[in-house]
């Protein structure tokens, strides 16, 4: 699977009512083989993917595209990762914590 194939899975469980009253942009850095930068927007209740850098995100993460693929699959814990710097997140933390529950599984 890919970083683009990974970031459209998330974007397709994406749930409008856990993201009430969020207006953000998130941005994520993916590094390494097949990595690159995307950041998604938030807002109304609805959710877009763009490829490329976000000008003010709300919230930058920085990861390898593998361990990004990774948690996206379940084969990671994001909270794992983050510990272990694995997972870097520049911003606004509380969203991160509820920008996990927007998509589910």
Known sequence: MTLAEALQGMIATFNPAKAKGINAVVQLNASGEG?????VKIAD?????????????????????QDWIDIL?????????????????????????????????
Not at 74 to 99: E, H, Q, V
């Open 73 to 105: 699959s379940g084969k990671l814990d994001p909270t794992r990762a983050f510990m272990s710097g694995k997972l870097r997140i520049k911003g606004d933390l509380g969203l991160m914590m509820r920008f996990q529950s927007m998509f589910g599984r």
């Open 45 to 65: 209740n609805q959710c877009e993917l763009v490829e490329g850098a976000a000008p003010n995100p709300t919230v930058a993460i920085d990861v390898a595209a």
């Open 35 to 39: 990595g690159g930068a995307y950041h």
